[in-house]
């Protein structure tokens, strides 16, 4: 049987470069996004579309679309992005970061943890500006606290999941040139999640539960 890999995010940016290369590699790509994208249309993946990964129902109407269908990579990729300071403070985007980044992840594994077999393999697309380490100018407090939130959750679904034989991954794609930052960025969707896939490649239940640049570089916490 192919390898079944799921993605949320999946019709723009990163998440769609997952389902285009991943699908080259032959794999059996489930696409799960709020809307449908051309470009991802066009692709040899199946889609599960009008999922919002914030919304319990749409999680679960998910989980049953999924029922009985063994996951053997999961990728919590769906992201938003915003910049919020003491300068320019908005609560509601802060709360719908929170929502989306954070805990919508943990949603849509625990959503889906039947479905992860031993030697399954779950990778949170995180960043380092959830590095409380690595932050040396302030700003994007929503942004963020989501990100070392889904951190924080991430390394406790590593000390559950590995008893089952899956490994959680904590990556950071770099600077990319996505619609969520203008198309600023240091690299491609494309460089993005070619590295990306290394990384998950690597992931086993030795390293489960680490932060990773995709560079292969370990990020601070």
């Not at 770099?174 to 896939?197: C, H, K, W, Y």
Request: proline share 3%.
């Amino acid at each position: 049987m192919d390898k079944h890999i799921v993605i949320t995010g999946a019709n723009r940016g990163i998440g769609l470069e997952f389902c285009r290369q991943y699908s080259q590699q032959g794999y059996h790509v489930t696409a799960v996004v709020r809307q449908r994208s051309k470009e991802l249309e066009a692709l040899p993946v199946d889609i599960i579309s009008d999922i919002d990964v914030s919304r319990e129902a749409d999680v679960m109407a998910l989980a049953q679309q999924l029922q009985g269908r063994q996951i053997d990579i999961l990728i919590n990729n769906a992201g938003i992005f915003s910049n919020e300071s003491l300068h320019d403070m908005d609560f509601t985007r802060i709360e719908a970061q929170l929502a989306v980044n954070a805990v919508a992840p943990v949603r849509v594994t625990y959503a889906l943890q039947s479905l992860l077999t031993s030697g399954a393999k779950v990778a949170m697309v995180t960043s380092r500006m959830g590095s409380i380490a690595d932050n040396s100018s302030g700003a994007y407090i929503g942004y963020r606290m989501s990100k070392a939130a889904l951190n924080a959750a991430g390394v406790s679904l590593a000390h559950e999941l590995k008893p089952k034989g899956v490994a959680v991954a904590l990556l950071h794609p770099g600077f990319v040139q996505t619609q969520m930052v203008n198309f600023a960025g240091d690299i491609g969707p494309d460089e993005a999640a070619s590295r990306l896939i290394q990384r998950i490649e690597a992931l086993n239940l030795s390293n489960s539960g680490r932060f990773w640049h995709s560079n292969g570089d370990e990020l601070p916490w």
